[in-house]
């Protein structure tokens, strides 16, 4: 059996084996999309395949949607031409649930895939017709938080989007230059209306691609290099909306257990790759079954019923309500506090660590005890309800083979919000002290301790990747397990930075508690599992 169109007219040899198929005629739903595209997505990976790409299968199975969707990769062209390409822009779902079943979706309701290179002039032709269109309504994206930076790490612009803004929108180099071109090619032909909507995990995603935009949109205008008014259609939401969004679904790396499930069933070819950019591909998709997509309800030129599929629409006020519960309280501050006990306890699941009951109420303490005191309720998902959900049965599940050493990627860039937020609440608040706080600080100290790159057996590990290793790494360096410092005062500067941790820990009379945790955790061998043993009561 192999993942094709072709390899699908035998339907009966699929459904014995427990795959659902796509339930609508495939041809007609391409042609018809090709015809009159309403949805192209920016960003072929994981996320859009177990997430929007099913919604939409769902919604063409019930007759609701008659078009499909068209997918373009700006980043990884690699994804098209070795994953999309060659499985007639199929792929296989594989939902692994708590309760430890296993359902598998063949999805095939993506009827077109492109690369957004401006040098393969059929591709980018292609997309400029897409824009053209009178149909699209939607032009999305789940690019990452970088995709949408113009600047490197160091705040230095980066050097092909100086080429692009210089050039034009001619041939552009940068993602967001050909993005942006594509969209220049839209108000060219009518000033269409459409919906620029980020489906990325981070905040403000709407805000981060409309400052993109517009950064190219003024240096073009400026340059004369665009036809004036072109900035004015990119300012006007009745034209162009830039609507946030919040999206949950954990989709780790295809992982050999999922593979070889899906060999033993007789499908070939469906082996895992890393391509040249170092990502991680394959023609499945194995993801938990918990999914959430809040949309700022925004869209000039309409849009479907996508709410039959799951997703919510709602103000903007109300995504970032519940963007805010989600990774200052609910999720992203548990999942971080795992990812850095993991590491230096030598886990190599995150869904394992909860069979540690200190772990496990650890995050229980800093969800239910110290965040929800201060969450933001957004009113249309129950704070309680999500964590008791995270809690019980999304991070524990243990057929999610995510790793605490993916999620400890990028911790310096995600304290300041994950926990800063709530410390902010805790000094604002009249009934509570932030001197309460026990669990928070301790989870400082345990990045702090993982700094070190030394595990609590006393071997060394390798730190996730995080583009502020440099800088915070040498507060720690000179320390070894055994010593005794005076931690307070070497860790002083790094602990009244608010940009690593959204406040002045010195400040707010958290660093003491911080660093005597740190002093405890470098005693030496064991000291941290000790530590976590003395203070997390259960």
Known sequence: MKLLQSDLSNKAEWEALGYELPQFDSALVKKATKENPFWIHFGSGNIFRAFQANVVQTLLNKNILDRGLIVAEGYDYEIIEKINHPHDDLSILVTLKSDGSVSKTVVGSVVESLTVNSHNRKDFDRLKEIFKANSLQMVSFTITEKGYSLVDGLGKELPNVTQDMLNGPADPESYIGKVASLLYTRFQNGKKPIAMVSMDNCSHNGDKL????????????????????????????????????????????????????????????????????NTYIAPFVNAEECEYLVIEDSFPNGRPALEKGGFI?????????????????????????????????????????????????????????????????????????????????RIPNPFMPDTPQRIATDTSQKLAIRFGETIKAYVASSDLNVLDLKYIPLVFAGWLRYLMAIDDKGNSFELSPDPLLDRVCPYVNTIKLGDHVDAYSSLKPLLQDKTIFGIDLCEVGLAKLVCDYFAEMIIGEGAIEAALNKYVTI
């Open 210 to 277: 409309y400052d993109a935009m517009i950064a190219f949109g003024k240096s073009w205008e400026e340059n004369g290099l665009v036809e004036k008014g072109f900035c004015e259609y990119l300012n006007d939401s009745s034209n162009v909306s830039f609507p946030c969004t919040m999206i949950d679904k954990i989709t780790p790396r295809p992982d050999s257990f999922v593979c070889d499930l899906l060999n033993k069933d007789g499908l070939v070819g469906l082996a895992p790759l890393v391509t040249t950019k």
């Open 313 to 393: 629409f709602t103000t903007r006020e109300t995504v970032d309500k519940v963007e805010r519960m989600k990774v200052c309280t609910c999720l992203n501050p548990l999942h971080t506090a795992l990812a850095i006990f993991g590491c230096l306890l030598g886990y190599d699941l995150i869904s394992k660590e909860m069979q540690n009951p200190i772990l496990k109420k650890l995050v229980e303490l800093i969800g239910y005890q110290e965040g929800l005191p201060v969450v933001v309720n957004p009113g249309i998902i129950n704070p309680k309800e999500f964590i008791d959900t995270v809690v019980n049965v």
